[in-house]
């Protein structure tokens, strides 16, 4: 049977292929999708994090462990997500301006898809004004950031500004999430929401557009 946490052990040594095989067979064998998230591939990427921050682990060896868990989250994506029949809204996501982290934000996409949303992914680095643009010529009705570095939050309040500075402020859910982002920070820059994670964020968002 498929161990989890070796599914983390490949994935902290970047082993990819090794990852994805381990991910497949764990779900052949009728594992729960969530425990292979949690326990393998994002508890991977939590010792990476600590041993980033500990100068243990450097860039090089975080982006092959991040390469690794994307490509575990690939093949589980189909599992973690059971789109409904009725399309629930559209939301606008992506890491803002300056900032490269996106696995946090391609969870987000994910369950936000799970629970019947499409989703229009701008994918990282994205300009300020490009978030307001792209939710206007979509039809959004929630537009999604995400950031992960304390050094480009405040360009979450850069998006809020310029749909202000259009008067379309009141026309969407800002919402806003990330490692470094809390409430205290969503409540300062006027956004809607603030959620601890991605499941979190996709059912809030689904609350909001169907109340
Ligand atoms: Co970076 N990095 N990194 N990094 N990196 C952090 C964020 C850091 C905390 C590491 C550390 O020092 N401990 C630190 C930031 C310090 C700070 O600002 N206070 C840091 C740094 C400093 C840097 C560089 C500056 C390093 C350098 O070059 N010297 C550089 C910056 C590049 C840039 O963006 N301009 C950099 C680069 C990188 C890599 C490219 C190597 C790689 C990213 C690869 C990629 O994303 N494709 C990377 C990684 C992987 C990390 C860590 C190790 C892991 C991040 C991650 O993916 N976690 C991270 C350490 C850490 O966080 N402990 C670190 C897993 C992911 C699932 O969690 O994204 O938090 P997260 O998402 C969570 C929630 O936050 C939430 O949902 C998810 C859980 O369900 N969430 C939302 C996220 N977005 C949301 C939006 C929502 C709601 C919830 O609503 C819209």
């Known amino acids: 049977m498929a161990d989890v946490h070796e599914i983390s052990e490949f994935l902290q040594k970047g082993r ?3 990852v994805k095989a381990l991910v497949e067979e764990a779900l ?5 999708p969530k425990v292979i998230l949690n326990e393998g591939l994002l508890a991977g990427m939590m010792v990476i994090g600590e041993k980033f921050k500990n100068n243990e682990v450097f860039v090089p060896e975080v982006l092959v462990a991040a390469r690794a868990l994307n490509a575990g989250l690939a093949i589980l994506e189909p599992k973690l997500i059971e789109v409904g029949n009725e399309p629930v809204g559209k939301v606008v996501i992506g890491t803002v301006k300056g900032d490269l982290h996106d696995i946090g934000k391609n969870l987000v996409a994910m369950m936000m898809k799970g629970v019947g949303f499409e989703v229009i992914d701008l994918g ?9 643009d792209k939710a206007e010529e979509n039809g959004a009705n929630v537009i999604c950031m995400s ?7 405040p360009s979450m309040q850069l ?23 809390n409430q205290s920070f969503a409540d300062q820059i006027g956004a809607d929401y603030y959620t601890p994670d991605a499941a ?3 059912e ?3 609350a909001a557009v169907t109340k």
């Open 200 to 202: 979190t964020a996709a």
């Open 16 to 18: 990819a292929k090794n």
């Open 147 to 153: 950031a992960l570095l304390t050094t480009t939050m």
């Open 159 to 181: 998006v809020i500004d310029e749909l202000a500075s259009r008067g379309l402020r009141d026309k969407y859910i800002v919402m806003v999430g990330g490692a470094p982002v």
């Open 204 to 206: 809030t968002a689904k």
């Open 28 to 32: 052949a064998e009728g594992q729960d």
């Open 124 to 132: 990282v680095d994205v300009e300020p004004a490009t978030f307001v």
